[in-house]
């Protein structure tokens, strides 16, 4: 089993940042992929940005340029830097990995983007 613990969401202000970070309970060595998913109200759940074990990483459209993804595997963490944030960016993000065969979830932070 892996537990994932989420942290650093909040209230923004459009053209702000957020750092969102992502602990994971084993070494995130041993996990093929990690990601970063949200869902806004009334809208799917959909992928915001992966990152493999190797290193790999690939973004939705709509937040290329602006949001990044990490990983710091001495701390078996994963951020997602936010950066030019939009109001539209505003959802409940969750932490996600893939770890033998098995998608686990971790519990959600709000980010809220407004003025």
């Known amino acids: 089993q892996v537990q994932l613990v989420e942290s650093g969401g909040g209230l923004a202000q459009p053209g702000g940042s957020l750092r969102l970070s992502c602990g994971a309970s084993i070494s995130i060595f041993s996990i093929n992929v990690m990601g970063w998913y949200r869902q806004a109200p009334g809208k799917q759940r959909e992928l915001v940005a992966a990152?493999?074990?190797?290193?790999?990483?690939n973004y939705v459209n709509s937040v290329k340029g602006r949001f990044t993804i990490s990983r710091d595997n001495a701390k078996n963490t994963v951020y997602l830097q936010m950066n030019s944030l939009k109001p539209e960016d505003t959802a409940v993000y969750y932490c996600n990995a893939l770890w033998v065969g098995v998608y686990y979830w971790g519990q959600g932070t709000q980010v809220t983007v407004s003025s």
């Open positions: 990152i493999t074990s190797g290193g790999s990483t």
